[in-house]
Every structure is written in C-alpha cells, then in structure tokens.
C-alpha cells in the first residue's frame, strides 16, 4: 500500500473504531498485550538485528540504551498496556445535557478525533504505547518511528496488527510507516488524518508543524524555569532545584534557567553555586555575577534549551519581573515557584502562560504517567485543545447528539415555541 | 499603531485578563451594556454612514439588511450582554484533580486561549457578540468586520473598548483591525495570536486555513444531509424536511442533500416533490427519478452547498449507505436520521463523523444559542479543540496547577516513594 491508500484504509477503520464498546477495546488490548508476550523471542531477536546494525554504525551509547528492547523493557510494555485495560473508557462520555425544550433533548458525548500520525524517537517502546492508547481511545493510528529501531518496530507492528485484528479490532486501523518520504507525504494528507503528534528534536518538531496544515499537537521548546522567591525556604528549594536540573538533564521537562529575587540572592546564589559545583555549569546574569563567580550569560541564554548540565541563573527584581521574564522566554511548557507565601504562589501560577504551573516542586514531575494518566503520547505547549501531558483524554474530542420528536426551528423562529434551556444531569445512552 | 503592535498589546493584556476573576468581568459587560445602550444615538449615525454608502454601491438587499443596525438589533445587543453576565464564568474551573502523593496535588484549571484573531461577516452584531464573548473567556481579542459596516465597526469598537478599559479591563485587549492588508498580516503572527476564528464566505475561510500556522477553528463547507430510514414517519419526517431545507436556506446548517432509504422511496419521493413544489428546485440521482419527474444529478451535486431553494436527492440501499455516503461527501456539520427505530438511529449517531448528529428533529437547530450557550462565537468543523457551535467553552482550554512541599522526582524514580494517584474531587482555589 502507499500512503494515500494507507491514510484511507487507516480512516475508514476509524469509523468502526468510534463505534467500539470499552469492553470490546479492552478484549483488544489484552490479546495484543498476550501476542506481544507469546513473541517477546522473535521480539528480542529483531531488536537485536536493530542494535547490531547500529553499534556497528557507531551509534552513541544512550541511543543504543533508548534502542534496546529486550525482556525487561518488553515486559514494562505488556504490565503498560494491562494497567491501561483498568483506565475508564474515555470515549462515550456524556459531558454536557440539555433540555432544549419537551421532547427536545441535547447531549455533548466524547468520541475519538479519527485518524492520528504520530512520528516518534528511536524508542520501540513508543510505538507499543502510542498504539494502545490510540486504540483505547478509538482513534486509527499512522506510527513512524526511528530509522534505528525498523526491525523492532516493523515486528512490533505486525504483532499488534495480527493480534487486534484477530480479535475484532477492524483491519487498517494501525499502519506503519516506514521511510522520511511516507513523513513528508503524511503531512499533505489532510483529507485522511485529523492530528500530528510529533515527538523528536526540537528542529524536527517545528519543521512538521511549519510545514501541514493538519493540526500538531506537540512541542518544540521545554525551556522551563524555576523562580526562588523572596521568602523561598531554602533546604526546600535547594532540593528542589537540584532534582528540577540533574534528575534527567535531557528531558523537556527539566529546568533551563533559575530565577531568583533579589532579595534571596545574597543568601541563594552561593548556595545554588554549591550545590551544582563541579557538575552544572552556570551561566549568570550581570547581577547573579556580583554573588557568585560564575560564567556570563546575555539574552540568548535565557532562549537555550541545554537539555545538559548547564544552567542560565538570573536575578530579577520582583514577582512581576520573574512572570515577565517568563511569559517573554519561557516556552510555555512548566513552570515553578519556590516560596511559603501562599499569595505569591497563587499569583504566579495564575499569570504565568504555562501548560504546567507548579509551586514547591520539581518541574521534572510533569510527564503523563506521574500526573496518573497511564501513559502520555507526548507533551503539549499548544494553546488549543490540549495541554501538558496528552494522555487519552487529549485523544479524544466530542460530538453533540439531539434527539427530537419532530422539532423544527421555525417554531422557536416563529415565537410559537419557547426554548426550555434546561440543565440536565443525564447521560447519552 | 501597526498590526505587530497591536497583536503585541493583546497579547500583554491577555496576560492580566485572566487573572480577572468572573465579578470583575461580569461589571465591565454591564459598563459595555450601558455605554452601547447610552451612546445609541451616535451607533445608529454610524450606522446610517455605512448603509447610505452600501446603497450608493448597490449593495444586495439581504446584505444590506444584515447591514443594518439600528435600535432594535442595538437593544437587541445590549440584552445580549445581560444574559452573557448571568451565564457561569467558564474560566477558573477544576475539570480534574489528583492526589500524587501525600502533600502533592494536581489539578487542572480552565483558563482563557490568549488572543482571538475574529474575521467576520458585514453583521454589526457579530462584533459585540463576538467581542463580549471574548471578555467573558478572558481572551483578547483582534476584530476585522465586513469593510461594508467600518463606521459602525468603528464606533463599536471605541465604545466598547472605553467602557471596558474605564471599569478595569487591560488596555489593548480589544483590537480593530481595518484593512485587508491587517488580516494577511495576522496570518503570520504566530507568537500573538493563538486562535482565529473565520465567518464568512468558503472560499475565505479556505484561505484563512491554508495561509496561516496558527490554529483555525470554523468550518469552510456546510454540506448537511437528511436521512429518511426505511420506517420514518412520513408526517413527522416532511415537517423536518421542510424546515431544514427552507427555514433559512443560507444557513450553514440547512440541509443540502436529502438521503431517501429505497424501502422509502416509493412512498416518501412523491410527498417531497409535493412539499417543495415550486419552491425548491431538486436534483435527483437515477432511482430518484424513477419516482419523481426531477433534474438529474451526478457526483459534483453531492459535494455542493447551494445556501439556496435547491436540494440534492439520492436512494441509498440501506443505513451503511446513508451513513457511508455522509461521511464521504458530508463536511462533518450537522447530519439527521428521521425514523422511528431507537437502534438504527443510535447506530446513526455513532458511526456519522460530523460535530452534531440528530434523531427526528432539524438541522437547523445546530445554533449556539438554540444549544443552550447564549451566543457562539461561530460553529467548527474541526476534529480537534471545539466542534459544532462554539460559545464560553470553546474559547477556553486549561492548564495543570500543582502544589507540593518539596517534591522531587528522583524519590520515585529510585523507588524511594510510590505515587499514590488518587482520584480527588477537590477544586483548586
């Protein structure tokens, strides 16, 4: 099949997929989750074709780790997709009901968006999770992944593929793509798929949502920031800003720059100097270079995303500049207030324009399994739909259901009838 | 000021509304009702400029109705803003909260989008409907009305924009954009617009959709269809019939295509010849016109939006092909089933992709305010974010808040605490 036929075959199925009960996904989910565990061999020995290949190309050894799909990782996939046999059905829900007048009635029920492209890192796991969030939510799925991991990805494919289809889930409902050709085709294809998802590189991500008039739900930049207010407690906070830099110095989630009022910096920045010493380097504003001896740092700094041990610092007058420094180079992605002022933390979680807005923790927490979503298909800076973790709410979206007698609006027009407009507390069934 | 700078400004006032709380908001739209009602006299002057222009050009007579903006549609207006005061504030509230762990709460908060981009139809109302709407959600807002209505736009504009910005409203927040140079500008103002919302002609809101990377919700087509199942009652069905062709045939919701089951189509064609007689032209596929004496059609009057006394009619097999032949050729709006048969109209309503699907009542209800959201700010075809009539909801998305003590992640990754992830029913405040 080429892509044109593959988005058609994967749309069509998406009709079918809509109409699915909790139940028979769940049927679904678990024979994919047994197939996967029947041929974990097969599973493991794709995958080592995978990092064959790839050590003998002189792939970097944390590539090689993300790429390594054997009996741990492939178990970690099949208890992922039992966990997610126990979350609710997040489609059929009625979210809204009206009584627009007698024997009129309004019901806003959720249903998948249709048909999602995702593109995704080089590791095989993402595709396993990807795909059955896809399912559980009823959404077809077109999944391309890492050049690195096609062995694994293609047996991944094919497993989930046979084992759904054998059990009721309607064929094309997951597609596989498989070459940067297939990427760029998918981004035209505006009549078969309804959303992106692209994770990846920060480059990569900007050149997918500059180029499909699709809608992208993703993001490019996590330059996210944590601000040491005036009254910030300072073991706390020193905790918390170690975990918010270190933990995973690669994730988006992880603190780009440090914030500190002015009125903390004397007794911070040194603490803060301590505390990195000899493993995150500092870049500091002119003032925070008047408390501790660190590397200078301009505008361009507060713009890098490090995703490495390295840090910008800056010392900003007040609560207001910290929200204005923010809201200007932050790329809406998490951010976090360190204070004992409750007032303070509400205003700047209010004001600040973040997916995720946090006081007195790490920004590392956001990511969908810690916010309790089972999984995530990524993380959103949009404006639109959804934000932060995209778990299987963020897959799904609603269509409005009317159920009448006969009614027609030119007795409403006409003043013959009035409209009720009354809430009701029903759900569609 | 230039368009930059004025997406710039809305965007910065967008900022501090919302963090107005729904008090504050509900007394700048009754300054706004008061000053609009207050300054009636000047609006109708206004006014008076824009339709003698039009006459003088020959402007069409529905246009110039729509035009035409005196003291009923003022008093009209100003109404219309009273019962936006009454509704809830869409804004601030929890849709979700969770126990993470001991002392670490999540919660997810609604919130405002940003800045609106509106370009809009040669209806004066539209710009205070639209602009209120916008207030009540928190957003900014940048306005381009039709060039027909710019004295009245004008005034509109500045008295609400005194009113609001007098009574607490951030200055900037509402915008007039005037020439058509503005909106292609808007177009690549990715980082000040979040949204736009086109109304207008298809061909334009094609274009708005293909120029631009920010996020569009509204809808280009409105091709909606009326099934008559094998069992529909035939009284009931024509008087639906009739009002979803005729009510107001250049709705986007009226029906353009009418599916007639062949079990049916014996009985059912003759008394909708009869009922359009005269009055609607129809154009009917083969089967069709085994029946009744009618205009042929082929393909392309499937894919057509007459917004006009014209309707397509076709004899489909069976439901499958109703519904296959609407999600074919449907612009995923608004679609109905007329039967009797609680199953087949269910099965209806699942498995046709549109944002409204009905049971026996008029494609013409599918309306933001005969929904029950006091106004819309438009309807959307999108498959993401807002679908059907788009009101407060609509204009609003949400960002995750947590609150901790100090939590880091390092504690969980080396299994050091277990998550919790209990379910809260906990609002944020």
Redesign the interface.
């Known amino acids: 099949m080429d892509m044109k036929q593959k988005g058609m075959a994967a749309k069509h199925a998406s009709?079918?997929l809509?109409?699915l009960d909790g139940n028979s996904k769940n049927i679904i989910l678990k024979s994919i989750a047994k197939a996967l565990h029947d041929n974990m061999g097969s599973i493991m020995e794709s995958n080592s074709i995978d990092l064959r290949r790839s050590e003998k190309e002189g792939l970097a050894a944390p590539i090689l780790k993300r790429l390594k799909f054997q009996q741990d990782k492939i178990e970690g996939v099949v208890d992922g997709i039992e966990s997610l046999v126990e979350l609710e059905d997040p489609v059929g829900k009625t979210t809204y009901s009206?009584e627009?007048d007698q024997g009129?009635e309004?019901f806003r029920v959720t249903c998948p968006?249709?048909v999602v492209g995702v593109i995704f890192e080089s590791r095989p796991d993402a595709l396993v999770q990807i795909s059955s969030l896809c399912l559980k939510s009823g959404n077809s799925v077109l999944l391309k992944g890492g050049s690195e991991a096609s062995e694994t990805n293609r047996k991944l494919f094919e497993i989930i593929r046979d084992a759904s289809v054998g059990c009721g889930a309607p064929e094309g409902w997951i597609q596989l793509m498989e070459t940067r050709g297939d990427v760029a085709e998918m981004l035209g294809m505006d009549d078969e798929i309804?959303?992106i998802l692209p994770r990846g590189s920060n480059a990569f991500v900007k050149y997918i949502?500059?180029n499909s008039?699709i809608?992208v739900?993703g993001h490019s930049d996590g330059i996210c920031h944590t601000y040491v207010h005036s009254d910030a407690?300072m073991?706390?906070?020193l905790?918390?800003i170690?975990?918010?830099k270190t933990?995973?110095v690669a994730a988006c989630n992880a603190t780009e720059t440090i914030l500190v009022n002015q009125a903390a910096a004397e007794e911070f920045l040194p603490e803060i100097k301590k505390i990195f010493d000899g493993k995150v380097e500092i870049f500091g504003c002119g003032r925070t270079r008047e408390y501790i001896d660190v590397k200078s740092a301009d505008e361009s700094n507060w713009k890098t995303e490090y995703l490495d041990y390295k840090v910008s610092v800056k010392v900003v007058e007040s609560i207001e500049d910290a929200?204005k420094h923010i809201?200007t180079y932050g790329s809406r992605h998490t951010e976090c207030i360190l204070t004992e002022d409750e007032k303070a933390?509400k205003?700047f979680?209010?004001?600040v324009?973040?997916?995720?807005?946090?006081?007195?923790?790490?920004t590392?927490?956001?990511d969908g399994f810690?916010?309790?979503f089972g999984a995530e298909v990524g993380i959103s800076t949009?404006?639109?739909?959804a934000?932060?973790p995209v778990g299987l709410d963020g897959l799904t979206?609603?269509?409005?259901?009317?159920?009448?007698?006969?009614?027609?609006?030119?007795d409403?027009?006409s003043k013959k009838k009035v409209?009720k407009?009354k809430?009701m507390e029903k759900a569609f069934e």
């Open positions: 009709l079918e809509a109409a009206m627009i009129l309004l968006i249709g309804d959303l949502m500059d008039n809608p739900l407690d073991d706390k906070s905790k918390v170690y975990d918010a933990q995973y929200i809201n933390a205003r979680m209010a004001l324009d973040a997916a995720s807005t946090y006081w007195n923790c790490s590392r927490f956001a810690r916010y309790g949009s404006k639109i739909h934000r932060g979206i609603y269509k409005y259901k009317m159920l009448g007698n006969g009614h027609i609006v030119e409403y027009a409209f407009h809430r």
